[in-house]
């Protein structure tokens, strides 16, 4: 009886505010979320998407259009929660449109869908056993929820492709697009990269030694999970030497319009260093060929980032001899400098993070 009281509390409460209930299972996941984009996903959380949510159309009007995505379980225009544990843990399926996909959600019951090696063709319903009269009692599952792992999406990285796949505004232009093939590769997907196991108990009922990482790997959560798929290398030739650059990653190396990947390169010769000039890798949208706000944007200005699987070679007119050394020194922008001066978003987003650092020493 209890159990069943514990249950129903869970269920009308859940839609809510489901953090605190999955908390108290779920300590370690549960705090990294909380520190996740997922859950900053709302204007009130994200000053980014405040900044740029404010000059929107809708916004005057009261709306809130990012809901679909960024907040899926409210339809307040001015949501307090975003992203939750639900949000994705109920996704039953991916419907594909040429506008942007859409989440397919369990309405039905209280069952949340995972993944787990060795457990692709089950679902575990909550089981209480006594014997000795009482006195020894073992339990199968979790009391708050069924657990089935018989979802397919979850783990090829598919179930991402609801919000993440692509989004064309309201004039057919594409502001984003992620190359599904990335997502349906059975051994590195979205879910194998962004959330790696890392270790730490999943859960408190039942221990295990690892957990997927629920902060989500990416440019404002732990950057050096990204830097695990960037390789780099320099090539001295007869009159220059060249850098490279390669992304190992199955998707632009940052697909935002707001990011800029930066290369710096110095050299030291005859005892000094010597700063050599910045490379900039970006994307640019806009009208008309001017930048412009996402929903205004009917081309792409500039596209130089570094593609999906691209070795990017860049030139360096100076000439190497014995005894010269090379740093190198590659990150990015959150922000680039220029919009959030024009947009009025705190210069911390513009500041550089480091990506990867290489050095060599010429024999």
Known sequence: MRSLLVLLLFVLLLPANDLKTCQSCHPIIYQEFTQSMHQKSIPKKDPIHQAIW?????????????????????SSPDPEHGITCISCHTIIDIKEHPHANENIY?????????????MENQKITYEEKSSWFGLVKTSKGSPYHDIDYRNKGFYTGAVCMGCHSH?????????????????????????SCHMPKVQGSTTTIQESRTHAFHGFAGVHVAPKMLAKYLDLAYQKNDQNFTITIHN?????????????????VRYKHQGKWQTLPIHTFKKVIGDQGK????????????????????RRTIPFDKTLTQGDEIEINIGYHIVNPKT?????????????????RSYYKIP
């Not at 404010?54 to 409210?74: L, N, R, S």
């Not at 190992?248 to 710096?264: D, G, T, Y």
């Not at 944007?297 to 699987?309: C, K, L, S």
């Not at 959030?340 to 990867?356: G, M, T």
Request: proline share 8%; aromatic share 6%.
């Open 106 to 118: 369990e309405s039905k019951d209280k069952t949340l869908y995972s993944a787990q090696k060795g």
């Open 291 to 310: 930048p412009s706000m996402p929903w205004l944007a009917t081309e792409t200005i500039q596209d130089n980032m570094i593609q999906a699987n691209e």
């Open 167 to 191: 989004k064309q505004n309201n004039k057919g232009f594409d502001l984003c697009r992620i190359d599904a093939k990335g997502a349906s590769n059975t051994q590195e997907n979205c879910i």
């Open 248 to 264: 190992r990653a199955p998707h632009p190396l940052l697909s935002h319009p707001l990011r800029e990947v930066i290369l710096k």
């Open 340 to 356: 959030a001066q024009k947009l009025k978003i705190d210069p911390k987003f513009s500041e550089f993070i480091p990506l990867k």
């Open 54 to 74: 404010q000059k929107h159309p809708a916004h005057a009007k009261g709306e809130y259009t990012c809901a679909k995505c960024h907040a899926p379980q409210t």
